[in-house]
């Protein structure tokens, strides 16, 4: 795994947290010419994709379910994408992961385009 996520833990509903994307110390590589995508695999379902974020003349990329509380991010000094969530509830408990691809193009969130993957951060939305 060559992306080292970090940011999950336990939030009440109603809450938010950021959650990080960085290039691991080992395989070191600048993002600047990555498309980054965060996914996220509830209990019992699929993984499913719900943002991307490539160059800064493409558009970010939201799923509909998350449209206007999840906020995508990159500070490139930093090689980190990061993903903010706001109003979080019960259907946002799961593991979240990030995963990188190169080339600035339009990104997707179709999971097989990405080859880089962190190892995920469990986000449990509870009160």
């Known amino acids: 795994f060559q992306l080292v996520q970090s940011g999950g833990g336990l939030v009440q509903p109603g809450g938010s947290l950021t959650l990080s994307c960085a290039s691991s110390e080992e395989f070191h590589f600048t993002f600047d010419n990555y498309a980054v995508a965060w996914f996220r695999q509830a209990p019992g379902k699929e993984r499913e994709g719900v943002s991307c974020i490539s160059g800064p003349s493409n558009p970010i990329q939201y799923a509909d379910s998350v449209k206007g509380r999840f906020t995508v991010s990159r500070d490139n000094a930093k090689n980190t994408v990061y993903l903010h969530i706001n109003n979080l509830n019960d259907e946002d408990t799961a593991v979240y992961y990030c995963?990188?691809?190169w080339g600035n193009g339009m990104c997707t969130t179709e999971e097989e385009h990405y080859t880089i993957w962190g190892l995920g951060t469990q986000v449990t939305v509870s009160s």
């Open positions: 995963g990188a691809r």
